[in-house]
């Protein structure tokens, strides 16, 4: 059995010197514990050296990808094609298929295979002579440096690191610019304030500044450069009427060295903003077609590299930038934003606040498929960005002109879309179920507490209005007219109850009647008396009511 063996100095091919031991999988490792056991399994037949470390990365992006080399296929040829019969231990089983297809070669791999293939790395500078130690490693190192290389698939246009540092500088050269205009416009301010009325433009007033020195000299010098007639003649009206203070020449000098600083950042930043176009072009041409070349620069930057913002969705793009509002409302339980750093997007800008949130939505969609296209695809052209921002633009120009219209029916009726609105599902606790006390309720007091006022006031009205002399009788017969109703409050209703108070005058006018005679004499003898307790009568029965009233509430607290 041959061996085939790769390294990062060459292809080394061993010949198998006891094949029993190779059955004996668990203990196979024993045998190379040194290089003195490791000779006795196995032999260096062949050695082919790589010439440099292009050809060795060659090789080695031939292995990783399956393929067979150049340099191995003459190495098979040479030395194990002379001994066909026997079979060739290798690797990777891929790479055993090609080779059977192609030199008809017998290709075996096992788990027996692999455990000798260990223990050949590990006393392989005891079985490879003529390499020192030292070249190995060095190869190794060469080789390792060049693969993973090869690997990203390294090229100085893609590095989008450029384009980090170039956006974060862009940023910062606007701060410090507008820092030393503001000092600059305050500074003069003190010498002639009239002129920052006049000059709006931050690079024409330092330039301005710069060509005039002292006030006095305005009317002597030619701002035509960097300024228009009108202006310039309004400039040299309010130098003779200035209302500013006179200043030193030091002062002078220092305010144009000021101006000199400007300047010279304001034209570095032109140049910066120029380089950091055509990189974006470069590295990210649909991402820069979508949304821009500033927008874009700082979708990369945010995301730390193109490929990390190609791993992001659409929905992560579409609100990259907005972290913290988005945190905020989630927390807060409202509205999540609907835009990042994608709405300075000219899309997105030349829109209605209306469909704001649409465009970005669905220009966030298209960025991602850019930003994929440019940071994984091959091609570095343009065309699928210009395609989706066309169809992005006739999707805009359908939403301002109210364009959504039914697809049945005629055709011409705009389709009606109801405002979307969250409904939540929150159940609210119910106590009702924590007390298994009976609670009475509200009705049956209403309707005790009417009984109790009722009867008083009808019978007192009744008897004095019909019966004058029969008063005492009422006495007697009102508290069986309360058993009455007591009995009678669950089964019928007050209607009923009404009715009874009414019927039972009638009828004990009717008893009076016979009575008269009997007790006429004992009604002329005592007539204040008897109207005397019947006055009492009826606050003594509201006092027992309320005093029963009182039992039952305290009977339902307990």
Same mark, same amino acid.
């Given at each position: 059995?041959?061996?085939?063996?790769?390294?990062?100095?060459?292809?080394?091919?061993?010949?198998?010197?006891?094949?029993?031991?190779?059955?004996?999988?668990?203990?196979?490792?024993?045998?190379?514990?040194?290089?003195?056991?490791?000779?006795?399994?196995?032999?260096?037949?062949?050695?082919?050296?790589?010439?440099?470390?292009?050809?060795?990365?060659?090789?080695?992006?031939?292995?990783?990808?399956?393929?067979?080399?150049?340099?191995?296929?003459?190495?098979?040829?040479?030395?194990?094609?002379?001994?066909?019969?026997?079979?060739?231990?290798?690797?990777?089983?891929?790479?055993?298929?090609?080779?059977?297809?192609?030199?008809?070669?017998?290709?075996?791999?096992?788990?027996?295979?692999?455990?000798?293939?260990?223990?050949?790395?590990?006393?392989?500078?005891?079985?490879?002579? @003529?390499?020192?130690?030292?070249?190995?490693?060095?190869?190794?190192?060469?080789?390792?440096?060049?693969?993973?290389?090869?690997?990203?698939?390294?090229?100085?246009?893609?590095?989008?690191?450029?384009?980090?540092?170039?956006?974060?500088?862009?940023?910062?050269?606007?701060?410090?610019?507008?820092?030393?205009?503001?000092?600059?416009?305050?500074?003069?301010?003190?010498?002639?304030?009239?002129?920052?009325?006049?000059?709006?433009?931050?690079?024409?007033?330092?330039?301005?500044?710069?060509?005039? @020195?002292?006030?006095?000299?305005?009317?002597?010098?030619?701002?035509?450069?960097?300024? !228009?007639?009108?202006?310039?003649?309004?400039?040299?009206?309010?130098?003779?009427?200035?209302?500013?203070?006179?200043?030193?020449?030091?002062?002078?000098?220092?305010?144009?060295?000021?101006?000199?600083?400007?300047?010279?950042?304001?034209?570095?930043?032109?140049?910066?903003?120029?380089?950091?176009?055509?990189?974006?072009?470069?590295?990210?041409?649909?991402?820069?077609?979508?949304?821009?070349?500033?927008?874009?620069?700082?979708?990369?930057?945010?995301? @730390?590299?193109?490929?990390?913002?190609?791993?992001?969705?659409?929905?992560?793009?579409?609100?990259?930038?907005?972290?913290?509002?988005?945190?905020?409302?989630?927390?807060?339980?409202?509205?999540?934003?609907?835009?990042?750093?994608?709405?300075?997007?000219?899309?997105?800008?030349?829109?209605?606040?209306?469909?704001?949130?649409?465009?970005?939505?669905?220009?966030?969609?298209?960025?991602?498929?850019?930003?994929?296209?440019?940071?994984? @695809?091959?091609?570095?052209?343009?065309?699928?960005?210009?395609?989706?921002?066309?169809?992005?633009?006739?999707?805009?120009?359908?939403?301002?002109?109210?364009?959504?219209?039914?697809?049945?029916?005629?055709?011409?009726?705009?389709?009606?879309?109801?405002?979307?609105?969250?409904?939540?599902?929150?159940?609210?606790?119910?106590?009702?179920?924590?007390?298994?006390?009976?609670?009475?309720?509200?009705?049956?007091?209403?309707?005790?507490?009417?009984?109790?006022?009722?009867?008083?006031?009808?019978?007192?009205?009744?008897?004095?209005?019909?019966?004058?002399?029969?008063?005492?009788?009422?006495?007697?017969?009102? !508290?069986?007219?309360?058993?009455?109703?007591?009995?009678?409050?669950?089964?019928?209703?007050?209607?009923?109850?009404?009715?009874?108070?009414?019927?039972? !005058?009638?009828?004990?006018?009717?008893?009076?009647?016979?009575?008269?005679?009997?007790?006429?004499?004992?009604?002329?003898?005592?007539?204040?008396?008897?109207?005397?307790?019947?006055?009492?009568?009826?606050?003594?029965?509201?006092?027992?009511?309320?005093?029963?009233?009182?039992?039952?509430?305290?009977?339902?607290?307990?």
């Amino acid at each position: 059995m041959l061996v085939l063996f790769e390294t990062a100095a060459g292809y080394a091919i061993f010949k198998v010197l006891d094949e029993q031991k190779l059955q004996q999988v668990d203990s196979l490792w024993k045998e190379f514990e040194t290089p003195e056991k490791a000779n006795k399994i196995v032999k260096l037949k062949h050695f082919e050296k790589f010439q440099d470390t292009t050809e060795a990365l060659a090789a080695a992006t031939a292995l990783v990808e399956g393929k067979l080399g150049k340099s191995l296929k003459k190495v098979l040829k040479k030395v194990v094609a002379k001994e066909a019969h026997e079979q060739l231990a290798i690797t990777d089983a891929k790479l055993g298929g090609v080779i059977r297809e192609k030199l008809n070669l017998s290709c075996i791999h096992s788990p027996a295979v692999a455990e000798l293939m260990r223990g050949i790395r590990n006393q392989m500078e005891g079985l490879i002579t @003529g390499l020192p130690p030292r070249e190995i490693s060095a190869m190794s190192l060469g080789l390792a440096h060049s693969l993973s290389r090869y690997k990203l698939k390294f090229s100085p246009d893609k590095v989008d690191t450029m384009i980090v540092q170039a956006i974060s500088l862009l940023d910062d050269l606007d701060k410090e610019l507008n820092n030393y205009i503001m000092r600059c416009r305050e500074w003069y301010g003190w010498h002639f304030p009239e002129l920052g009325k006049i000059v709006t433009d931050n690079l024409a007033y330092c330039k301005s500044v710069r060509k005039i @020195g002292d006030r006095t000299n305005v009317a002597s010098t030619d701002l035509s450069e960097f300024l !228009p007639e009108e202006v310039e003649a309004d400039v040299k009206l309010a130098a003779e009427i200035s209302m500013g203070t006179e200043v030193s020449e030091e002062d002078i000098s220092n305010i144009l060295h000021l101006c000199d600083q400007v300047i010279e950042i304001s034209e570095y930043r032109t140049q910066l903003y120029d380089y950091l176009k055509n990189r974006m072009m470069a590295i990210a041409p649909n991402l820069t077609v979508m949304v821009g070349e500033l927008v874009g620069a700082r979708l990369i930057s945010h995301a @730390g590299s193109l490929l990390n913002l190609a791993k992001h969705p659409a929905s992560t793009v579409q609100i990259l930038g907005a972290e913290k509002a988005l945190f905020r409302a989630l927390k807060t339980r409202r509205d999540t934003p609907k835009y990042g750093l994608i709405y300075h997007a000219s899309l997105v800008g030349q829109t209605t606040a209306k469909n704001k949130g649409k465009i970005s939505r669905m220009l966030a969609a298209k960025t991602a498929l850019a930003v994929r296209y440019d940071a994984l @695809g091959e091609d570095t052209n343009a065309e699928m960005g210009v395609e989706n921002r066309a169809k992005l633009e006739a999707r805009l120009r359908h939403l301002e002109e109210k364009g959504i219209r039914r697809i049945s029916g005629s055709g011409k009726a705009l389709a009606r879309t109801d405002k979307y609105q969250h409904k939540s599902d929150v159940k609210v606790y119910d106590p009702s179920g924590d007390s298994t006390i009976p609670s009475v309720s509200k009705k049956r007091k209403f309707e005790e507490e009417e009984e109790g006022d009722r009867p008083v006031e009808v019978k007192a009205k009744k008897i004095k209005k019909e019966t004058p002399t029969a008063e005492p009788e009422v006495e007697t017969e009102t !508290p069986k007219k309360k058993k009455k109703k007591k009995e009678k409050q669950q089964e019928q209703d007050p209607k009923e109850e009404e009715e009874e108070t009414e019927i039972s !005058p009638t009828e004990e006018v009717t008893e009076k009647k016979k009575k008269k005679k009997e007790r006429k004499r004992e009604a002329e003898e005592e007539p204040k008396e008897e109207e005397e307790e019947t006055v009492v009568s009826p606050t003594e029965e509201t006092s027992k009511k309320k005093k029963k009233k009182k039992k039952v509430k305290e009977e339902e607290d307990e």
